[in-house]
């Protein structure tokens, strides 16, 4: 007997259902990636226990510092490691008091227990010449050094350190022969000057992070019925914020009761935090715009989650977080297209790519704000892009990298036993 036409509606559905849930191919592949790290991944017995396999890998970096990207970035490859059956540590030159518990001062005794080493370069450091001399398995993860031109008008010593980091890669080239950077746009700058094959592993940006409570007296302050306008990201002059400034006080002929927030930290007596202070106050402008300086997660979740738009005017960014963060809260993006951003963006936002008319720019941000059809169009899009920066997606493409280890064992050191390897 042939099914009524309901039924018959009913099955269709749940295969078409089935199809797009087991058929689609992004589908599979992120369903691959979260089953190997908990399946398929070396077990503690399996890293440490067969002759000649790699049981130790540390990372080196420059500093540890609380809430800082390439840092959070290290703690995470640190925990995958510890999770796979690695011994891994994190040794730094310069730490923040706040992470202390998270990582060991560097000396170049580390090194002498070293089985592995990943050296994540992003500026000048004394560490750099321990590592390229290092003979081990190594691998340079690379997450773009600012341009020093950014820093010479403000402060021209740290601007020597960047061209010092810029100066290194080349050197360091030649003497890791495995590599990868947390963008494109990074590994691009890799092959540039002779890293063979580098990978990209992009930063993690995970969703669960954010499971707590905001802080809620200033979630009450920040939902007072005004705009809230964002930027995320430490005061520095290859950020812009100077640009966003300006471009905020044009914002305001179309909505005069908004208020920016700018939020991250800078030295004390920084000579850009000054200027950038000086020209707020040049345009009358205290009342609307708010440095927040450092702040706690619990802050940061209130402003996120109570931000209409996020804007930034930004000229350098290797890969730049705070935009995955924003997706995440649902806030719409309008940004400058430099750099990796509009790689780390995806369709996810609004790209612009001059910077000529800052009041065209300001009409752009009030379109964003008011036009709820748009809106609804770019959250939709930043949704779909943010699935993509989930650890367990990135953590696979970490596994291929760190499997390299063991291939050099046995390209470096003959006779020793074959890599592991993924089933």
């Not at 994540?120 to 560490?127: K, N, P, Y």
């Amino acid at each position: 007997a042939r099914a009524s036409e309901d039924v018959l509606s009913a099955l269709g559905a749940r295969g078409r259902r089935y199809a797009e849930e087991l058929g689609d191919w992004n589908r599979v592949m992120e369903r691959s990636e979260i089953a190997l790290p908990t399946h398929h991944l070396p077990s503690a017995d399996r890293a440490s226990g067969r002759s000649g396999a790699i049981s130790r890998v540390d990372q080196f970096l420059p500093n540890l510092s609380f809430g800082d990207a390439i840092s959070n970035y290290a703690l995470w490859i640190r925990d995958r490691l510890q999770a796979w059956g690695y011994d891994s540590e994190i040794y730094v030159r310069h730490v923040d008091p706040r992470v202390a518990s998270e990582c060991t001062v560097f000396s170049p005794e580390a090194l002498t227990n070293c089985a592995g080493a990943i050296y994540h370069h992003s500026i000048g450091s004394e560490i750099t010449p321990h590592l390229l001399n290092f003979t081990g398995p190594k691998c340079l993860i690379y997450h773009n050094i600012t341009p020093a031109e950014f820093f010479k008008p403000f402060r021209p010593e740290f601007a020597g350190i960047l061209d010092q980091g810029r100066a290194d890669l080349g050197e360091l080239a030649p003497h890791f022969p495995i590599s990868g950077g947390d963008s494109s746009f990074n590994v691009g700058e890799l092959e540039a000057v002779g890293f063979a094959r580098p990978s990209v592993i992009p930063i993690p940006v995970d969703p669960a992070k954010w499971n707590f409570s905001p802080d809620s007296e200033l979630m009450t302050q920040l939902q007072d019925g005004r705009t809230n306008i964002l930027f995320v990201g430490r005061i520095a002059p290859n950020k812009k914020q100077e640009d966003l400034v300006e471009a905020f006080s044009l914002y305001l002929d179309f909505d005069p009761e908004a208020r920016l927030h700018i939020v991250g930290g800078s030295e004390a007596g920084d000579p850009y935090a000054e200027y950038l202070m000086d020209r707020i106050e040049g345009l009358g402008l205290q009342e609307a715009i708010t440095l927040t300086g450092g702040v706690n997660e619990a802050q940061l979740a209130a402003y996120y989650r109570t931000a209409h738009l996020f804007w930034s005017m930004s000229e350098h960014e290797g890969f730049c977080v705070p935009l995955v963060e924003a997706m995440w809260f649902d806030v719409p993006i309008v940004a400058f297209g430099g750099t990796a951003i509009p790689e780390t963006m995806g369709p996810g936002g609004i790209i612009f790519t001059e910077k000529a008319d800052f009041h065209t720019l300001a009409a752009l941000a009030w379109l964003l704000r008011c036009d709820d059809h748009l809106r609804s169009k770019l959250i939709h899009a930043q949704r779909q892009r943010r699935e993509d920066f989930r650890p367990n997606r990135i953590a696979s493409r970490l596994l291929s990298l760190i499997q390299k280890f063991h291939f050099d064992v046995r390209n470096t050191r003959p006779g020793l036993a074959e890599p592991l390897r993924v089933s």
